[in-house]
């Protein structure tokens, strides 16, 4: 199935099923606004409602003030690097929390999708981010490294080697800290998003594809078992998986904050 187009206002022809099959990943299934070919209109405003719907779900605040915040400081700079960065909301809300804080943190996101990047440099750029068109694998050619590595609903999307390349690549970038955040695959993130997001099942992807992703995403143990050893996996918020990596000599507090 694909989105309709029309010349004024388009909207969105999917009707995702009541009660999938959430035994196991759906792999096959693709999201709407990774065809290439869909409508712009429609991307750019799923980009648009990434910031509610981001604050609604991803639970991004707290990890933030759980895990980001104790390894920022106010007198030395910290670099961050999110990954798979699509429109951008996630790498603003954690700039502007350390702004808020007065830490000095420093925001390169980057994502190779040209939508993504093209919409993202559309709108204002706070000071202290940065956003680049560019894959992991070329940051780690240009010998670039971060105190923190993130991502959010990126782990999904892949394949699994294009899964493993990413993880493999963060571990090189990040001198500190690794954080992946995804969605968890559970009945009750299904019923739950479908509710929530029933505004926005016609005129954006959100409702669609917020839908797909949590069948394409992990259950706690599924992501153990395609994680690299030694990342342990967390559930910072319900239905929320963080798959973490750290250097304990340079994060406070060290592996043991990995058991939260």
């Known amino acids: 199935m694909s989105a309709t187009r029309t010349s004024s206002a388009p909207s969105i022809a999917v009707r995702p099923p009541w009660w999938p099959d959430l035994s196991r990943r759906g792999v096959d299934l693709v999201e709407l606004m990774d065809d290439p070919g ?10 648009r409602a990434f910031p509610v719907v981001n604050g609604l779900v991803a639970g991004w605040r ?18 961050l690097l999110a990954l798979g960065s699509g429109g951008g909301a996630p790498p603003r809300a954690l700039a502007g929390g350390a702004r808020r804080d007065g830490l000095a943190l420093e925001v390169v996101a980057v994502d190779p999708d040209d939508r993504a990047h093209a919409f993202a440099v559309s709108r204002p750029v706070p000071a202290g981010v940065e956003f680049r068109r560019a894959p992991s694998t070329q940051l780690v050619a240009a010998g670039e490294t971060f105190d923190v590595v993130v991502s959010n609903h990126v782990l999904h999307h892949l394949d699994d080697e294009a899964r493993a390349a990413v993880l493999d690549d963060s571990s090189r970038l990040a001198t500190r800290l690794v954080l992946h955040a995804d969605i968890e695959r559970a009945r009750g993130a299904y019923l739950a998003y479908r509710a929530a997001t029933w505004p926005w099942r016609t005129r954006s992807f959100v409702h669609v594809d917020g839908l797909l992703s949590i069948r394409r995403s ?17 559930r910072p918020w319900p239905f929320r998986l963080l798959l973490v990596r750290e250097n304990d000599a340079a994060v406070p507090g060290g592996a043991d904050r990995a058991d939260a």
């Open 38 to 47: 869909c409508d712009l209109g429609l991307l750019n405003a799923t980009y």
């Open 62 to 79: 707290g990890v933030y003030l759980r895990r980001l915040r104790p390894v920022l400081s106010a007198e030395r700079g910290t670099r």
């Open 218 to 234: 992990f259950t706690p143990g599924a992501l153990v078992d395609v994680a690299p050893r030694g990342w342990p996996v967390v």
